[in-house]
């Protein structure tokens, strides 16, 4: 039912959004929308830190045209192979079991995005500005630092790679992955992990917002997620080990500058505030 298609996938993240800020926040979610608006005309900052994230999103969604258009030839799968060998096939053998599958392709699939959009929903009902701007930084530096190790250091997926023995198990719940959501997510853009530094990043910030529900929720997806990347055949652990880095480094300079942004913006309505007066 979940995985018919894409308009069937975009249907259900939106539903899971509007759980997931329910159950953080225990307020209406759709609350978060006028909150959004409430904070774009109020920061014209903001404003441009949605625009700014929303252009990284639609060039990580181009990034295999561009990929085509600059004729590249370079592969450094058998570099990995040779770092790591049969980790992941070791992996999928032994955690392997047909009823874990359909749970691991839902936070595949599901719960990277819809966590992604609900932290921002849940910072926005939580007045939580710091996190919510860090939230939007780190975005952008997860995925400005992603793509050119996709354009230039392309690693393709485990189970394509035949001496790694490995088996693309989310055809046995999503058969047409290939066709519906391939064409979002190349074969060769392994490293890093954007599933890891992503689901990571956004675990990293909710131990930071005072959330409780909201922590729990992020760690349990990040685990699962990690664990769904081996588990799936997807992600080598060079991969895992870079997306991790890269959450790290994301969620700390995200904090760091949403925090110069606040403290700028505060100043400058303190200089105003005593201006008029």
Known sequence: MFYQSMNHVSLYTALFVVVLIWI?????????LVEIGKEMLRSYKFL?????MAGVLALNKYELQIENNMHLTSDFTGFIFGLEGHFVEGFQHLFYTPWLTPIIVFFYIFMLQSVLAASIGVYLLDK????LYATCYAIIINYALAIPFYLYFPVN???SYAP???RFVMLDIFPKFEEEYRPLSGLNNCFPSLHTSISVTMALLAFRSGNRRWMVITSISALMIVFGIFYL?????????????LAVLSSS??????????????NVLAVRSRTSN
């Not at 953080?24 to 978060?32: D, V």
């Not at 441009?48 to 700014?52: E, G, K, S, Y």
């Not at 939580?128 to 996190?131: I, K």
């Open 157 to 159: 997926e485990v189970w």
């Open 253 to 266: 300079l995200g904090i760091q500058f949403s925090r110069l942004t606040l403290r700028n913006t505060e």
């Open 164 to 166: 790694a023995g490995v």
């Open 24 to 32: 953080s926040t225990r307020r209406n979610p759709f609350l978060a």
């Open 233 to 245: 055949g997807i992600h080598w652990l060079t991969d895992m080990f870079g997306g991790t880095l």
């Open 48 to 52: 441009l830190l949605i625009v700014a």
């Open 128 to 131: 939580n500005r710091l996190m």
